[in-house]
Structures are given as C-alpha cells and as structure tokens.
C-alpha cells in the first residue's frame, strides 16, 4: 500500500513535468537583472543616450560644421542654450552648433567604448584561457609577460602606437583596446585553472579533442558570465581612456570630435562660455554612471555568490 | 628576511631593464624623428644634427649607447629643449609632482582609511550608504571632468582660490590640485577599507575579542585595522607611484609645471629621450613601489613567508 502511494506520487510528478518549465541559467540572470531598478534605469538612460548619438542629428537644422556668421560676434550673449534659435546646446567658440557636435562626439566615444572593450575581451580572454589551460611553464612565462606589460606606464604604450599608427580614430581604439586585455587575461586565467579540473573538461581529453577546440568549444562558453560582467565594466573604462588621451590633445582631431575634445575645449574657453563645458561633461558622466550600474546589475545577476 | 628583500629587489632589475628595452623599441619604431617636423635644413647640417644624437648609427648600437648612459644616471640631452638635459628637465618638474603628490597621499590615507572605517563599523545605516555615495562618485568622476569643474566651481565663480599657477608651492595653489588629485584614490581607498573592515570584523578572532569583553575602540584599532590593512596596501603602492609622478591632467589644467606636462609635450614632439626618460623613472618608481609592497605584507600578516 505504501509503495502504491509512492508510485503514485511519482506518477504524478511525472505527469505535471510538462507544466513546470525549467529555469536555465541565463533565465534566471534575467530575472535577478530585472530586479535591480538602478540597472533597469540605467539600461534606459544609455538606450536614450544612443538613440541620440545615432539619430540626433535629425533633430535639428544646423550641422556640425557650418559656422553660425550672424552670431559668431557675439556668442557669449547670443550663442548660450536657446530653443528658439535652433541652438539646443548654444554655439561652440567658432560658431559651430553644440548640439550638432555633442552627437557627432557621442557616436564616436560610445563607438571606441564598445569596441576598444569588444577587442581588450576577445584578447584578453583568449589569452587568459590559453595560459590557464595549458599550464606549467607556458602559463608562467605568459603570465610574467602580463606582469612586465602592468609595469608598464599605460598612456605611453597608446601614445606610441598612435605616433605609430597616426591620429586615426579606427587605429586608436585598437590601440587601446589592445593594451587594455592585462586585466581580462588575469581574471580568464584564474577561471581556467579552476574549471580545468571539472570533470567534462577530462572527459573530453580522454575521448581526444584538440586542446584548441576544448578551449573553444568548453572554457571560454562557462567564462561567459565572468567575461559579460568584465566587458561592461571596460566600456566606460575605455571611453573615459579615449575621452582622456583626447583631452590631452592626443587624441581624436578635428574635424572628428568625442566627449574628451569637446570637454577640452569647454575647460578652455569656460569662461565665457561654460555651456560648452557642461553639456559634454553632463553626457559623458550619464554615460560612465550607466554602464557601471549595469555592470554591478550584470555582476549581481551571473555571479549571485560573489556577492 | 634580509635575504627576501634582497632576492625581491634582484628581481626588478630584469624587469626594469625588459621596460627600458622595449619603450626604446617602440619609441624608435615610431616614425617620424624629433626633427623631422621642422623646416627644412641642408642635407649635411641634418647629417651632423643625427650624428650629435647618434641618431645615424644603427638601433642596437644607439640602445648600447643609451643603455650605458643610463647605468650612470645619465638619461641624455633633450631633443626638442636643446639647452636642456633630460635630467635638468626631470629635476626641475619631478620636485613639484612629488610634493603635491606626497600631502594628496596623505590625505588619500587618512581620509579614505577613515571613511571607509567609519563605513564599516556603521555597515547599512546611514553612514554607510553616505560614504559609498560619495566613493562610488568618486570613482566615476574621471579627473578630467573634476579638475575643470573645480576650476570652474572654486576659481572662475565663486573666486575663493587661485585657477592654476605654483607661486613656490604656496597653500592656496596647492588647494585644488590635491583635490582633482586625491578624489578618486579616496574614493577607491574607501571602498577598499570598507569592504575588507567588514569582512575582518566578522571574523572569529575579533568575535572572540568581542566575547571576551574587549572595549570597541581597543578592538578596533589593535585587532581589527591591521589585517584588513592588507588589500589596501596593494592598492596604495601603485597608486603612491601614480600620484607622485603627477596626473597629467592636473599638470595640465592647474599648470603646475609638474612632471605630467614634460610627458605630454615629449609625445607631441617625438622627443625620444624625455619621454622615454619620464617613462624610465616612472617604470622604476612602479617596480620599487611594487617590491616595496610585498615586504610590507610580511610584516602586516606574519602568516605570510617567502
């Protein structure tokens, strides 16, 4: 009797399978991201933020490059911030329309944040999973190597590569991305050596998979979670690297633009028109508090045990 | 112990010298040399120009050259300031970043030891989230943004300090350098603090402290600060090189003169021998710095052996 009633049971959790569906890990990364309000706000702020760096320009008449003559004698009283005149932004010290080019200098920041921090990911965790997986002497003299790079004065490594490659915007953000990886490499390595033990990882050598293809195919897919997290944490890095090289001057050069020139130029001249400092400065620090909120939301959301 | 800190300051050596070698590498494989960018001169003063620099001779010959200078303290003359050497360069700006950095240090210390103590102890009440307020801005506010806001806020409107200048290191110029200087260490230290003072605090020996009834303070100070000590160490002995080698946004928005401003007019110059002197000093500082931390943790956590 008692067994029958076990059977049923059994039965019916067999039979009530269908209706309950199982969570995957990703699912339930979802879920815990979409409880995080700061994050969720965040991920609307920078979905905002591009919109307008992609479309902005339509919102108004003037373009990035003509010079407004009519106001240019006088832009500290009739340059400022104005709807009528079609000046969101006010004018910049030659004349040109701010608003025309705080989109064209937001499209080109955002644009080497994410891919300056798409190419220091994609070295940085090859990489770290090459070292980690292979071990032994390799791993060390690789890791030696990332040890001899973080001794290296950062800045000047990009301002060399930019003296080699020149003021090339596409070049530049290669360049910072791939001095940018140290970091992601040494995090990817720790990851490896622990997962290397696990036991789907043995199987798959003893049934003789090339080394290359576990790293492929099994490390670097269960790094994932640790990688996302890393790379949204480096998009702001990269775009305060960029905003910051130009601000030196080094950078981005006219007629191009980003947040760091325009900032540059705003510090220059915020005497008598501060406007041209704020409003840059007002994008770049939406944009660097949104991606670290989201990070902390896709950190909490994929590694709830880190906590 | 000798013999670890002896072994440990060995070994920046071929460290250093993989520095020295491969910014000379990069700086050469740049094209375009120091004297490209100027007017045209005829063929053979151009030929002695490179000769005086040794700029004809081939690379290896050029890095023995340099290299031997280097052993004796000898970082060469400057391209681009020709009555200058590199060292007289160095010499008269590194004083100014090193001073303005040794008092933001201190400030680093103290104002982002306490903050983050003070975090800790009052863990998820208001304190706290004041504090992590404040770091977590901090941290995201890069320099660049911060030294002209200051400039703008404390200089230009309200008039209070001066906007820039060094006046012989006068107090009130020093103001808002160690300000655009120190926020974001202060912010980081805090964090720091906080986070490894709460996980020290949970801790059973100084839950036994606790039980055996040891006043909050003596806990505090004796059992509890000296182990969470140990991360922010690791984090302050970069950070002590960055500081004192001068932010060059500081250098550059406040015009102290200090280091910063050499390292950005020798990339713009292609002035080989300043920046790479700058980048020297700098790697050393870096390398010293980082040895300079793993004594230290052998004496802040004796568990510690080499």
Redesign the interface.
Known sequence: MLLMGKDKGVAAMAANMGKYKGRSLWADAARRFARNKAALISLGVLALLLGFSLLGHYASDWSNETIDWGRLSNIYEQGQPNLESGHYFGLDHVGRDLYQRAVQGSRISLMIGVLGAFVAVVIGALYGAVSGFVGGKVDSLMMRLV??LS???F???V???M??FGRNVLLMFVAIGAVSWLNMARIVRGQTLSLKRKEFIEAAFTVGVHPMVIILRHVIPNLLGVVIVYAALLV?EMI?FE??IS????GVSEPQTSW?AL??E??DN??ST?WM?AFP?TL??AT??CF?FIGDGLRDALDPKGN | MLSFIIRRLLVAIP?LL??VT??FT??H????GPFTNERKVPEAVMKNIEAKYHLDQPLWKQYLYYLGDLVQGDLGPSFKYKDHTVNELISSSFPRSAYIGVLSFVIVVLLGVGIGVVAALNHNRWPDYAGMTFA?SGV???N??L???C??IFA?YLKWLPAGGWEGGRIEYLILPIVAMATSYVAQVARITRGSMIETLNSTFIQRARAKGLPRTHIILRHALKPAMIPVISYLGPAFVGIVTGS??VD??FSTGGIGQH??NG??N?DYSL?LGV?IL??AL??FF?ALVDILYTVLDPRIRY
């Open positions: 040890d001899v001794a290296f004065p800045m000047f490594l301002i060399v590569l003296a080699i702001p305060m905003s910051f601000f030196l001057g080094l760091g900032i540059s705003g510090a915020m005497r501060p400092l400065m770049l620090i660097l508090f670290n | 460290t993989i520095l491969i910014s990069l700086m494989a740049a094209p375009g977590m995201m506010l890069p660049f943004v030294a002209p806001l400039v703008m230009v060059v946004v550059k928005v390292f950005v990339a713009i292609r920046i980048t700098v790697g870096t390398i980082n």
